[in-house]
Structure formats: C-alpha cells, structure tokens
C-alpha cells in the first residue's frame, strides 16, 4: 500500500490585499503512512494551518508536489477523490454544519457522494456511534456545546468513509471538557477504526500519544521525531513559543542542575518512577 | 434567552396532518387560495370553514393557537373592512362627514375581511404543521422540474436550509454583539430615529464581517466534503407521497371542484 | 472599587418548563485593587454572574453592592455602572467595527463623553499597555491585523475606559501559548499600574494561579470555596470532580507523598518543584 499522504518539496506562497507576498511554506516535505497518527504542532502563524489544507486540494502548493493515495492534488479529475479519502475537521465547530438537524448533517457528505439513501442511513448511525452522540440525531445543531458540534462534524467525516483525517486544530475554540471529548474521539478513531490521523494543534499535550511529531516554525519543519524525542528538546520548543508539559520541563531544570535524569519524561507516573530511583 | 426561539410557528402533535408528504400540503394551501379568490358569494365560504375546521380537527392543533396568528393582522383586517365600507357605491344607509356607509360596502367588506381571515388562517395551517425544513424540501421537489427551464431548485432550497441552520446562531451572536458594545457604553435604546440607525453601526459592521466569515469557512468545510452542487446527489430522506396524501390531495380537489361549479354554475 | 454581592441568585425563564437556577444564593466580598480568578466548569454560572456586575443581567433576588451602591436598585443608571466595571468578552476580537485602530480603541472614550485630548491620551496608553506600537497600527485597519493582534486591540478597547473594576472573560481563548503568555502579562501590567480591582474568568488553573491574589471556585451557579491559589489547589480531588483540573506538579506532589516523598504541599510551579525536590534530594544524600 502506498502512503497515505506523500508531500514531496513543497512551497506555498499567498498575496495579501496589498500585493505582497509572503512565503507560508518552505521546503516541507513529509510523508505519512497508512494507520499512523501524526501531530502537527507549531504557533499560530507557523503556516501548520496552510499545509493541512494542502492535504485536501483545498490548496495547492506553488512549487512541489502533493500526492493523496496516489493521486496529485492538482488533478482536478481527482479532486474528489483525494477528498473522500482525506477528510478535514475544521476550527470552528459552528462554521461546518449545514444541517438544521444533527443526523441530516452527518448525512451531508455521503448525498454528495451519491451514497444510495439506505447505506446513507445505516452509515449516519454507525458514524453517531462511533461519536457516542447517537441519542442526539435529531436534534438542533445550535443547541449542542461546542465539544457536541465538533463530535458531530467528526460524525460527518467519517460517513464518507475515508481512510485519513486531518484534523485542523479541532481544540482550539472548546472548553476543557470539550477538548477531553474532541481527543478521545480521535485516539478511538485510530486505534479501533485505522484511520490514518494528523493532528494539527498547539497544545503540547496533545501530543503525548502521537506516533510521531513534526515542529513547525515560521513555515519550515523544525523538529520531527517520536514524542520523546521531540518533547525533551524543551529550551528549542520554548524559542519556538510552545508549551512543554510541567513534568518535560521540570525534567529539564532538574536535568540542568545535575541531576540524573532521562531526558524524556512526559508524564507524573514516569517522574515518580525516576524520583524514587534516586533514592 | 435568543436559543429558545423557534422558527416559523411548527407545533408539533405528530398527527395525520403532520405527516403528510409536505409537497401535498403546500399543494393543498395553493388549491385554498386559489379557492379563495375563485369564490363570489358568501354561501361557498361554509364550505371552505368546514374544510379548515375539519384540517385543525385532525391536526390536533388547539384552535385558540391557530387563531392566534390572526392577532398581528387586526388592524390590517380592519382597516380593510373600513375601507370597503366607505368605498363603495351603492344605496347609502349611514353617513358621517364626506364618508359614506353603503350597504353594497358592507357586504363587500364582510367578504373580503372574511377572505383574508381564511387565507391567513390557511397559509398559518401549512407552517404551523410543516416544520421549515420540511417545506424547504416539498419546495425543492416542486420545483424540481422546473430545472429544465433554469430554475436552481437545489441552490435555493442549500439557501433556505443554511439560513434556516444559521438563524438561531446568528441571534446568539447578535446577543454577544450587543452585550460587548453595551459593556463600551453603547447606546442602542435612546435618540431619535437617525441617531439611533447611526448607534446601530457598532452592531452590524462585526455581524456582516462575522457572517461573511462563516460563509467562507462553512464554504471550505462543504468543499472538503465534497459538495459539489446538485448534480448526482443523492437525500438520505426521500419524500414519498402515499395513500394518506392521496385521499389528502383529493378532498382539496373536491373541495376545489365545488368551488368552481358554484361559481360557474350557480 | 470594593464590590459586595449578598444572597444573589438568578433563575432563567422563570415559571415557564425551561426554568433554570444560574446562580444560587452568591456571597462573594472584594476589596478594592484585588486580583481574583473565577474558576469553573462550563455551565458553573460564571458568566452570568459576571454579567450581573456591570448591569447586563439583573438579579432575580439578592444585592450587588459596587463602592457603597446598591447597582440593583432601580433608580441607577446603568451608564455610571458602566463607567466604573469594565467586561471584556470572550473572543473580544468580534466586537471590532471601526475603520481603524485608533477609532475602535476610542469607541469607549467617547461613549464615556471625554475630551478629544483625554480621548488621545487613554488610546495612547491603552496601546502601550497592550504592546501594540501606536504610531504603526492606529490608522491601520483593524481587520487587516493578525488574530493576536486583533485580540489585543478589543482588550485595549475596555481598558482605555479605564474602569474602576475590570472583568475579563477568558481572555486567552484560543490563543497560542506565546500569546497567551504575553497577554495575562499585559494584564498583571494594568492592574499593577493601576491598582484597580481585576475579575479574571477561566479555566484554566495554571493561567490563574500565577496572576491572582484569590482563586473562587463555582460549580452548578453555586461558589464552592475561595482561597488563595495555594489552598485551593491543594484540593485536587474536590476540583478534579467538579470537572477541573490541577497543574501536573499539584499531581505530582500527591503522587510522591504516596512514595512517602514529602514536599511542600502546596507547590504548583515548575520552578517550586525544582526547588523543593532538589531541597529534597540533597537532605537524602545528607542521611
């Protein structure tokens, strides 16, 4: 099986109302395999953003190419293809439902893919399972929490069955709780459906689980590497204007006075470990 | 407070009536008016309450609730039956200043006061049964044919859901508007007219930009499901007309038939 | 700017089937020039209650006492209320209107009647409070600016009416950790300056507890407890099942004192953890 996602390269300009053109992205190049779970971490303006939508064709690169399950995103002839493979969940939970009710939005993608309506009906409620928002399907979108909104979006995606989802920092605009809801749902969607995940965000603990992380900054690849790999670098992460988890940072200072330390301590379990075998 | 606002008047009883295919009941309302405005005489409108009385019968509506929304149209009603009266010619019983009361006015404006209670009374049936999504969908699939000669059924019918989707969203957002600029000391109550059109400015600049915002990123979140317009797509809920809609759809006709043949005929 | 809100409760749509209690019998003192956090799940009443503080909302029953006057009383006027208490909304960003930056800053100014000079000088200061060069962006558009941008000019917007007592609802939403960083600076900035009485509404502990000098704690429209940062993160179960979180090192002492490795109890910085843990390795090494 090739790779899911193979961005080979590639460099992304925009214009601006004023002419000017800023570069977005600089020689990024990644490559994502079937059933991998990817974080995309970076401060806002690092282009992380950018580069997710050229995952989907939503954009294409100015130099470079992207290739989706074979296809290059510049074919327009497979342009629905390589969305119905790549999925997106977006920022704002309220700005991607379309529906006045909650099953007739998660049904949205398979009409437009012409989906016959009896396998429409039985994907809308194996989707709002996997979600956990089956007793939700008729209700009104604006009265659900934003937590609800985006399980909901997420719902919608995975109606279309495709075998990648990209999700554009889905946490950013929801309360705590809601953020616990967005990520388990996506740690579910990888570990017990196989869906191939990258996650873009900028909390640091998002990543924790990954398979692999990739640091980006002002529009280039920073870091990339296994969460501990990446984690330990905290003094680079900080420059960058990310958070490091307490315990990686703590890690770090105790590290700096001499102590003896492994560098990769993510979580307290593994501090209280590495404490009492200093004893 | 704005989240509890329902849209249309939908009153939902889950009777007969309520789960008619919606093409039949926009059908049946468009076979009323026409109804209404074919009719002469008074003797044919006994014919027409008793339908309407017999549909809110069975669509378990409280009468009290359908008449309800006949309350914003007094003065309409009235002005209308004011009017006639005055202004017609004929034999004249009553007069007052330049104005005269003719009896020829006075039936004239029974008529047409009673006309327009029973089409407000019948169109409020149609959205007082039929939830707003539903009546986009009956539309969308009346005009359907009407594809071939250019007319965008599907789009308009995506427009009418969106703003439909968006409306109780939009509210709440006008509420956090309002609140943030109050919180500023904005004033949106006091001044005269032109002052407080200018005071409304700091409401609706961020509205318009906030919904043209949505617009785009909803736009992008379509797209990336893969809308595409209305060709090949499929509906997970396909209306289907059956033997209820057609005895629904036949006791219009009839009623529609008597109509004529007492216009006509009698 | 003390504030003193007494047997404040406040029920949605009452007598209707949606009646629904906010806020249940509030008792809630603040000295003037005081820098609280207001903590509390999504639903624990939070913004309601902060709406009742400069007259958005009035009470169903109880009293808001703002330096000495009753705000609920009828007879007040709800500009001079908002004169004195500030709010800032979450995702201010969305109240900006004005053609530029300068102009949208001044909107509170001006609602308040001052002088064009007075006006200048709040927009001036304001935007240095906010770090936003004035001589660059005041006759920038506003909508043309970046997110965190854009952010700083709407805070700066309320604190150029510079109120006695200054709310602000989440202010680090959505903002990256650089930013948000920055931003709670901006803010422990103003109050130092200024000494006014400062409300800051989150979730999130770890922003609060640097900042304020007492933490409230509500939950379900009612206020658990209050204390200074220290006491109440020292109650992690109690905030952990009212749907709150801890700061990992709050976490991490409880864990270790299990080991029975006992530091300071109520810790919650990196910075104190080091300290306390190299205290404590160092007294083993003395054993």
């Known amino acids: ?279 | 407070m704005f989240k509890d606002i329902t849209i249309g008047q939908y009153y939902p009883t889950g009777s007969y009536v309520h789960e008619l295919d919606p093409r039949t009941k926009i059908l049946a309302t468009l076979a009323l008016i026409v109804g209404l405005f074919i009719i002469n005489t008074f003797v044919p409108y006994i014919y027409i309450v008793a339908f309407i009385l017999g549909v809110v019968y069975v669509s378990k509506v409280p009468l009290g609730y359908v008449l309800k929304g006949l309350k914003p149209l007094r003065v309409l009603i009235l002005f209308t039956f004011i009017i006639n009266v005055f202004m017609s010619q004929g034999d004249i019983i009553w007069s007052i200043g330049p104005l005269n009361a003719t009896r020829e006015g006075i039936y004239k404006a029974l008529f047409m006061a009673i006309r327009l209670i029973l089409l407000v009374v019948g169109t409020s049936i149609l959205t007082l049964t039929t939830s707003p999504i539903s009546l986009t969908d009956g539309i969308e699939q009346l005009l359907n044919p009407m594809k071939k000669i250019g007319v965008p059924a599907h789009e308009l019918a995506m427009m009418m859901t969106i703003a439909l989707r968006f409306i109780p969203t939009l509210l709440e957002e006008t509420e956090k508007i309002m609140k943030a600029q109050m919180a500023r000391g904005a004033d949106f109550e006091s001044g005269n007219v032109i002052s407080r059109a200018k005071g409304l400015v700091p409401l609706l600049v961020p509205l318009f930009i906030s919904a043209f915002r949505r617009a785009d990123e909803l736009a992008m979140a379509m797209e990336a499901r893969c809308y595409r317009g209305g060709e090949n797509r499929t509906k997970m809920k396909e209306l289907k007309m059956d033997r209820g809609d057609t005895i629904a759809l036949a006791t219009t006709a009839l009623l529609l038939v008597i109509l004529v043949v007492h216009r006509t005929v009698l | 700017m003390s504030i003193k809100i007494e047997n404040l409760t406040y029920v949605y749509n009452p007598g209707s089937p949606f009646e629904t209690k906010a806020l249940e019998d509030i008792n809630i003192e603040i000295e003037s020039g005081e820098f609280i956090g207001l903590i509390g799940h999504t639903g624990s009443g939070k913004s309601t209650l902060i709406q009742h503080l400069n007259g958005l909302i009035k009470p169903t029953s109880g009293k808001i006492v703002i330096n000495g006057i009753d705000i609920t009383e009828k007879t007040v006027k709800l500009s001079d209320i908002r004169r004195k208490v500030g709010l800032v909304f979450q995702y201010p960003e969305h109240q900006l209107f004005e053609e530029t930056v300068y102009k949208d800053i001044a909107f509170g100014p001006q609602n308040l009647g001052l002088s064009e000079t007075e006006i200048d000088q709040r927009v001036r200061e304001a935007m240095e409070l906010v770090k936003l060069p004035f001589d660059e962006l005041r006759d920038r558009s506003p909508f043309e600016l970046s997110g965190g941008q854009k952010r700083r000019v709407a805070i700066a917007g309320v604190f150029a009416m510079k109120p006695e007592v200054l709310v602000l609802d989440e202010p680090t939403s959505g903002l990256d950790p650089r930013t948000r960083d920055e931003v709670l600076d901006e803010i422990k900035t103003l109050h130092d300056r200024y000494k006014n009485t400062v409300i800051l509404v989150s979730h999130s502990m770890e922003d609060v507890a640097k900042l304020v000098d007492r933490v409230i704690v509500m939950h379900n429209g009612k206020v658990i407890f209050s204390g200074t940062p220290r006491e109440v993160f020292k109650e992690t179960e109690t905030l952990e099942s009212i749907g709150l979180g801890v700061p990992q090192i709050s976490y991490l002492v409880k864990a270790l004192k299990k080991k029975n490795i006992n530091l300071r109890e109520d810790i919650f910085t990196v910075e104190e953890a080091k300290e306390e843990i190299l205290k404590w390795i160092r007294s083993n090494k003395n054993v």
């Not at chain 1, 290059?72 to 997106?88: L, Y």
């Not at chain 1, 893919?113 to 399972?129: F, T």
């Not at chain 1, 990954?210 to 529009?219: L, Q, T």
């Not at chain 1, 969460?227 to 992460?237: A, G, I, R």
Request: glycine share 6%; charged share 25%.
């Open chain 1, 1 to 279: 099986m090739p790779e899911m996602i193979d961005i080979q390269d590639i460099q992304f300009y925009y214009k601006n109302d004023m002419e000017e053109t800023t570069l977005a992205l600089k020689d990024i190049t990644i490559t994502v395999e079937p059933g991998e779970f990817i974080v995309i971490i970076g401060h806002n303006g690092s282009g992380k953003s950018t580069l997710a939508k050229h995952m989907n064709a939503l954009l294409l690169p100015t130099k470079g190419e992207v290739f989706v399950k074979g296809f290059n995103t510049k074919d327009e002839a497979h342009v629905w293809d390589i969305r119905q493979n790549a999925g997106m969940v977006f920022q704002n939970p309220d700005n991607q439902l379309v529906a006045t009710i909650v099953e007739e939005d998660v049904a949205f993608g398979p009409e437009n893919l012409g989906v016959p309506p009896v396998e429409i009906r039985k994907r809308v409620d194996e989707a709002l399972n996997v979600v956990d928002m089956s007793e939700y399907r008729d209700k009104a979108p604006h009265l659900l929490s934003g937590g609800q909104k985006q399980r909901i979006a997420i719902a919608g995606i995975i109606a279309m069955r495709p075998n990648c989802i990209i999700f554009d920092e889905p946490t950013a605009m929801l309360d705590p709780s809601g953020r616990r809801e967005v990520i388990r749902t996506i740690k579910k969607l990888n570990k017990e459906e196989n869906i191939t995940i990258v996650h873009i965000t900028h909390f640091m603990e998002e990543a924790v689980n990954a398979d692999r992380v990739i640091v980006m900054g002002d529009g280039q690849i920073v870091l990339e590497g296994k969460p501990k790999e990446v984690f330990s670098k905290v003094e680079q992460l900080k420059e960058l204007g990310l958070d490091v988890p307490q315990m990686t940072d703590l890690t770090n200072e105790l590290i700096k006075e001499g102590i003896d330390l492994p560098q990769d301590i993510l979580t307290v379990d593994e501090m209280v470990m590495e404490l009492c075998q200093l004893k």
